[in-house]
DNA sequence: GCCGAGCTTTACGTTAACGTAAAGTGCTTG
DNA sequence: CAAGCACTTTACGTTAACGTAAAGCTCGGC
């Protein structure tokens, strides 16, 4: 939180890694801003599951892509069990029975409810920074006014 | 997170609870859905300072509008350190130097992109949701016809 | 006067999400 | 072939944000 550099979360791509389709640990890494640690832990979460080449992992498009909706969640403040659940059934969605699949409506619905709440109390802070803002604003102009005006 | 009940958060005001404009801890709690642990937790973190009558703590409105913040500042993902961070330079203000105020500028600058980048993660992720809920109800659909069409 | 409800302090416990250190594997480069 | 670099496993450490248990005030009611 608060990180003073805005995170690019999707890199810039070259207009030709369509090609490669593979990543190393360290690279998902750079790309997403976070340590090869990190990585390591999601995947015995649960929420990461590499090909392995041995003893080696490796990455595909849809480990990256897993990854983001990972670190996405996380910042929304989802906890890593809340999205495992969630990214679990969506795996097992072909067959899953008719109680997994409204088990998973229901999820669905409950995180939406999340977000709306997230979207509401974003507005209302948006308002008190405005507040705190101009306030602090204010004050500043005075401070100069008085060592000006003298 | 994940709550299946609406949290009231703004208690239906009866109209004439002006009057009393001092709580127990309790009272707070039960208003926020929260323990008193919790609320001993955030004075004790520098975020509450209530009234001491001897012992007893007495809560005034200026307090509950505190924990209302805090609360929602939660809700956003801040940590209690940076919420602190802001409401001590807020209370700070009226002799705040120019230094501490152009901080707090700083600081309010970098929440305000932390909640750009949670509106831009909430319409991505609505539209995984969709995504996700409109692939379960097919499934489940073509399950039903399945089901009733032998 | 004592009982229970609700408050208090003190202090140790717990969970999530990693950090960090140690020790080993594997490739490629000079 | 040795050195280095990026990877690997194992395992213990750390931090934030409380939970929980124990033991003691305090006050209104019976």
Known sequence: MSKRTSAPQEPANGGL???RRTY????????FEVT??????YEQEGLLAPERRGQARIYHEKDRVRLKLTLRGKRLGFSLAEIREVVEM???MPDGNARQLKRLLEILADKRANLERQLEDIRLMHRELDDVESRAREVLA????????R
């Open 17 to 19: 890694s369509r090609q």
């Open 24 to 31: 190393t640990i360290g690279e998902l890494a750079r790309m």
């Open 36 to 41: 090869p640690r990190t990585i390591r832990f």
């Open 90 to 92: 969506y795996d097992a």
């Open 142 to 149: 005075s401070l100069e006014t008085e060592s000006t005006g």
